[in-house]
């Protein structure tokens, strides 16, 4: 049981170009999240998916499209990367939205942007 | 006014020594309250949960102020593998179906020998 993998690590890119997170997760967890992490800030939650098929936006959506078409995986899309998203960002998942359930995070991944 | 508010630190306590944070959140409305750690370039994992009536997990103790919109976590007997950043978490609401975690900025501890 691997939890929640992100793929990749790290990666640099220049203005402009584009990439794609991977997220995948093996616990069967219906909703997923990407958040990007600034120094000083709190994670802020970019988009998220209630389930196979759905997404929709967070906090700061714009620069950013998501994908959910397997459950387990749940890919970020950068389509013009900008300097502003240099970020950390992880992926998370949860069994569903009470509000007791706990977020399970991947690992990260540490993106710059020239 | 940022909805989820923590004292950036470092505290810097030796070992052995009794620390505590705080944190104060904006809506009153929120459900519930969480702590998470997050070591130094990792993710964040779930260190405690928040009741009202408070709760403790071996050293660690939090406690839930909702009249004060207030939360803090308490460390005894630090150990030097305590030393990371502590997030306070906060659920808002629902209201876009999904679970709505608004996290602060997190406060950073060093333990030293």
């Excluded at chain 1, 992100?6 to 616990?27: E, H, I, N, W």
């Excluded at chain 1, 997404?55 to 900008?82: C, I, W």
């Excluded at chain 1, 998203?85 to 359930?101: E, L």
């Excluded at chain 2, 370039?41 to 403790?56: A, T």
Aim: hydrophobic share 30%; aromatic share 12%; proline share 4%.
């Amino acid at each position: 049981n691997a939890g929640v993998t992100q793929t990749p690590k790290f990666r640099v890119l220049k203005t402009g170009q584009s990439m794609t997170l991977l997220c995948a997760q093996d616990m069967n967890h219906e909703y997923m999240y990407w958040y990007r992490q600034d120094p000083g800030m709190g994670l802020r939650l970019i988009h998220y998916s209630v389930g196979e098929g759905t997404t929709a936006k967070g906090e700061v959506p714009d620069g950013y499209n998501v994908s959910r078409l397997k459950k387990q995986n749940f890919l970020l899309g950068l389509e013009s990367a900008a300097p502003s998203q240099t970020s950390v960002y992880f992926c998370a998942s949860s069994y569903s939205r009470r509000v007791t359930d706990t977020q399970y995070f991947g690992p990260g991944t540490r993106l710059t942007v020239l | 006014r940022k909805e989820v508010e923590q004292d950036p630190g470092p505290f810097n306590v030796p070992e052995g020594a009794t620390v505590a944070f705080n944190c104060t959140y904006s809506n009153s409305a929120s459900q519930s309250f969480f702590w998470y750690r997050q070591d130094c370039r990792k993710e964040p994992k779930l260190l405690m949960s928040v009741y009202s009536s408070g709760n403790e997990d071996g050293r660690f103790t939090a406690q839930l102020n909702r009249a004060s919109q207030y939360i803090s976590l308490l460390i005894r007997d630090s150990k030097l593998s305590d030393s990371a950043t502590y997030l306070c978490v906060v659920n808002t609401d629902q209201s876009g179906g999904y679970n709505k975690l608004i996290f602060g900025a997190g406060t950073r501890l060093a333990v030293h020998p």
